[in-house]
């Protein structure tokens, strides 16, 4: 689930980007334990896309990326 990221979330990011990011999301998600687990993600845009977005693995690197446009 993503939800807004706390003051104290916020901090350490802004701190170790020198600026506030262009997004700043967090998360809840299943760890696999008893207890949800949390994370952040930070990005300098956000592009949203609607419908299925296909990704193709490369052979050097065994990476995905997004197709081109």
Do not use: K, W, Y
Not at 25 to 37: I, Q, T
Not at 43 to 66: C, K
Request: net charge negative; glycine share 14%.
């Amino acid at each position: 689930m993503f939800r807004e990221p706390t003051p104290g979330e916020r901090r350490p990011v802004e701190r170790q980007c020198g600026e506030q990011p262009g997004v700043l999301l967090a998360f809840e998600a299943d760890g696999g334990g008893p207890e949800p687990v949390s994370g952040l993600i930070a990005a300098g845009d956000l592009e949203v896309r609607v419908g299925t977005v296909l990704r193709h693995r490369t052979e050097s690197t065994g990476s995905t990326a997004p197709p081109p446009r």
